[in-house]
């Protein structure tokens, strides 16, 4: 046991912070651990377990990339299903993945909205009131690759008009596209595309 | 629902994790002792000194300072130089150039600032390097730094760290090397580990291989500068990205690999990928809050502190909440009515959204999954006063530092309201403290409110990207996100490619990081070799619920009112206006929209 401490000076302690060499050696440290054994152990490891998901979720038809299951594509044409507006470069480029960053009380936000709700009011012969909001906005990343269950079903009679199905069958083929669970119900846009294509071109 | 799953999760996970976090940085004995021959290799190549008993030599809190400070300076440093020159390093497989001066000295001390405000885009930007090396690293050691700071404060209020004998040793804080090591080893990196599988799991790329080019289902038709071009492929950048993004989350540091942040679908695939990254963003800052009160042997006190600021982040997410789920504006008899999604994700919703926005801004996280520039104006003043407070949990360790100058504040003015000595934990609170603690106050306002002033008087400076009210709401978001180096951002703000945006910000940024660590470092080292005075019935309590009703006042009246009028001009006005409109006015012709918007949108600045 040591002496009552009550009356012993106060031991030396370091006010130096360290030297060159100790600050030298930290930062090699710091960047070889955190910047390099860490993100290249997990790295790997989570490659090795989940090898799909490690490599961007592509979707791989006859031996082509057909697109990511996680990031939309622009569709224009009448047999597709079309998603959200995109301010990613000229329209889901992961690349220039980004917002419009406009606020609600900016004029060019007013009337890029009023372009688009004219527009799908237009193509699919509804009412602007019936127009679900994810239609006319902008995700923030520009990549959105889901509309919402609404935004699907106004869409549905064009698409069936367009490839000769019956609205019966688009419905089941967007209820099949359609994510739910937690988070929002959501319907993917590519997948529900490419369904299509494979059951009737 | 989401909402009451986060907070609940959260809460079971941080009690245990915060125990432990006390018990190893007491030097207890823990399951992660198995780490100790690892450790101990790290303190060698260190050149750690240990006292007879075995202890690692203690510093002053001078010693202490300068350890953080000089280390900081050389990782920054070498960061820096890497993003210059990220060019011709290796590890850059799509071959991305070098960053100019500015951009590099920004980015680095924004990383080493634990800030990760993002100039940048990562995708196109940074090369795999860097992203690993320079930004990974980062991410990993200055929440460690953060947490040091934390518990070498809370050793000073204790009196000094506890030697062998368990008798506190006046002007003792504890050794920085050690500090950093055991809570990167024991804590950041096995946690982040974890997250980065799970991650990994719901879809986030994780690999070193180049970006992968898909063929487009439908190939489109572009005008450019009225020449058509045919787009027939989709580049998707991946990456070494989910051990970036756990870290990320888990550290409080908020910068992502992609532009748009946790937004982007491979930042952030699934709701599940979403409810794990905002659990991680509030778990350790939750946890340091059950380490504290364990840690100072005063769990009454952790409970007050864990009171106040689960109130404010209640009643911000509760805000957020509400003020998105109304119908954007712009909207108004175009769509149907339905929550703000104007820079959301369909997958999240207007609700995910808001509370990670609530959750973020409280941390000095900064990570955003939906496009704060684009959320209602009151929305977006829940999120600077999450900011403007900056200890709502707060970022690792520095969220009890920054109310830890209040708690120091609120001693003196009770003691002085009921005529008695203030006093913390027994020890005097006298001049020298006080003048340090106000020159940290003062510092909040002086920064935040002078650099938006001046970048609104100078017009070429402004770069807004929206007009009217929002404009000056970008601006004043953009110094007040790095004052918190919290790191989002409301992105129209052009500053990616302005010098002024950029020096200034760094400027800001190291002072806002080093002065409100520091500060609280010498009061805590200034306290522990004062004599402790007896507690008696005569003692201000500081772990009573009127000391914590006094604390929140003092606060909110402090931080709040130097910035009232700010966000009157801003958000509020604009919530104003935008309410009185009739819905059938279109907003074009609104006269009040009169300044100048610069040309061009900055894609890269989405993610900041």
């Known amino acids: 046991m040591t002496t009552s401490n009550e009356s012993t000076p106060t031991p030396a302690f370091d006010s130096s912070g360290g030297s060159v060499r100790t600050w030298l050696t930290f930062t090699a440290l710091t960047f070889a651990l955190g910047g390099l054994l860490y993100p290249t152990v997990t790295t790997l490891i989570g490659g090795a377990l989940f090898p799909a998901q490690a490599n961007g979720s592509l979707i791989v038809q006859n031996g082509k990339v057909v697109g990511s299951a996680l990031i939309g594509q622009t569709f224009s044409a009448e047999r597709y299903f079309i998603g959200r507006p995109s301010a990613a470069g ?50 923030g990343s520009g990549l959105d690759p889901h509309i919402s269950p609404q935004g699907a079903a106004i869409q549905v009679e064009r698409v069936a008009k367009a490839r000769n199905l019956s609205a019966e069958q688009v419905r089941s083929a967007v209820s099949a596209a359609t994510e739910s669970g937690l988070g929002q119900p959501r319907v993917n846009v590519l997948e529900l595309n490419l369904a299509l294509d494979a059951a009737k071109p | 629902m989401t909402i009451f799953l986060t907070y609940a999760t959260v809460l079971l996970l941080a009690w245990p994790l915060g125990l432990y976090i006390a018990r190893f940085m007491r030097g207890e004995g823990t399951f992660s002792d198995v780490l100790n021959p690892v450790e101990r290799s790290f303190y060698r190549l260190l050149g750690v000194r240990f006292n007879a008993d075995g202890s690692a030599q203690g510093m002053t809190w001078q010693g ?81 730094a953060g947490m040091a700071v934390m518990f070498a404060l809370l050793r000073g209020l204790m009196g000094g760290q506890a030697g062998r004998d368990g008798q506190p040793q006046a002007g003792n804080l504890g050794n920085y090397w050690v500090d950093v090591t055991r809570l990167s080893t024991r804590l950041l990196v096995p946690v982040a580990f974890v997250v980065a599988l799970l991650l990994t799991w719901q879809g986030v790329p994780s690999t070193f291989s180049s970006a992968k080019t898909a ?48 937004a982007t679908p491979l930042e952030n695939p699934t709701p599940l990928s979403n409810l794990i990254q905002c659990i991680s963003i509030i778990l350790i800052p939750v946890a340091l809050i059950f380490a504290l009160g364990a840690f100072l042997r ?44 104007e820079g959301k994700e369909v997958r999240f919703g207007s609700d995910a959204t808001a509370l990670w926005a609530a959750l973020t801004t409280g941390t000095s996280n900064g990570s955003v ?39 120091v504040l609120t001693v003196f003015i009770a003691g002085l309201m009921v005529g008695r000595t203030p006093e913390l934990f027994g020890r005097k609170i006298e001049v020298r403290e006080m003048k340090i603690a106000s020159i940290v106050i003062l510092l909040q306002p002086l920064l935040i409110l002078g650099l938006t002033a001046f970048s609104l008087a100078t017009p070429s400076l402004t770069a807004n990207l929206n007009p009217g009210f929002h404009g000056l709401s970008e601006v004043l978001y953009a110094f007040n996100s790095m004052y918190a180096n919290n790191g989002s951002a409301f992105a129209g703000l052009g500053t990616g490619s302005s010098v002024w945006y950029n020096v200034a910000g760094a400027c800001e940024l190291i002072l806002a990081r080093y002065l409100p660590i520091i500060g609280p470092l010498a009061i805590a080292g200034l306290l522990s070799v004062k004599k402790v005075s007896p ?9 009573t619920p009127v000391f914590a009703t006094t604390l929140l006042t003092v606060m909110l009246l402090l931080q709040l009112l130097n910035f009232a009028p700010a966000l009157v001009l801003g958000g509020v006005s604009e919530h104003l206006v935008g309410s009185v409109k009739p819905v059938t006015t279109p907003a074009a012709t609104r006269p009040a929209q009169t300044r100048p918007t610069p040309p061009q949108l900055v894609l890269n600045g989405a993610s900041k």
């Open chain 1, 90 to 139: 000229s329209g889901y480029d992961p690349r220039a993945a980004s917002g419009s960053n406009l606020a609600g009380s900016n004029p060019a936000l007013r009337k890029r909205v009023q372009a688009d709700s004219a527009a799908i009011a237009g193509r699919e012969g509804v009412q602007a009131p019936q127009i679900p909001a994810d239609l006319v906005t902008a995700s």
């Open chain 2, 64 to 144: 202490y300072a300068k350890a953080l400070l000089f280390s900081n300076l050389f990782v920054g440093l070498i960061a820096l130089l890497i993003f210059a020159f990220q060019g011709t390093l290796p590890l850059n497989p799509d071959k991305v150039a070098n960053m100019p001066w500015w951009l590099s000295l920004n980015t680095a001390a924004s990383f080493i600032t634990n800030t990760n405000w993002q100039n940048y885009s990562g995708q196109s930007q940074l090369s795999y390097l860097s992203q690993m090396v320079g930004i990974t690293a980062l991410q990993v050691m200055t929440p460690a």
């Open chain 2, 215 to 262: 063929n487009l289902v439908e190939a489109q038709t572009i005008t450019v500068d009225k020449e058509a071009t045919t787009v027939s492929t989709q580049t998707i950048p991946v990456g070494p990205v989910a051990a970036l993004v756990a870290i990320k989350q888990i550290g409080t540091n908020g910068g992502g690999w992609y532009g748009p942040n946790s």
């Open chain 2, 298 to 341: 005063r769990p009454r006190f952790g409970v007050m502190i864990m009171g106040i600021m689960s109130v404010m982040s209640a009643a911000l997410t509760f805000a957020a909440v509400m003020a998105e789920r109304a119908s954007n504006p712009a909207l108004a008899g175009l769509a149907a009515a339905g929550g703000n999604l």
């Open chain 2, 369 to 407: 999954n939906g496009m704060h520039d684009s959320f209602s104006a009151l929305g977006g003043v829940t999120a600077q006063i999450s900011m403007f407070l900056n200890d709502i949990y707060g970022g690792v360790g520095v969220g009890f530092i920054n109310m830890f100058v209040f708690v």
């Open chain 2, 535 to 543: 507690e008696t019935s005569g003692t201000l309590r500081v772990d």
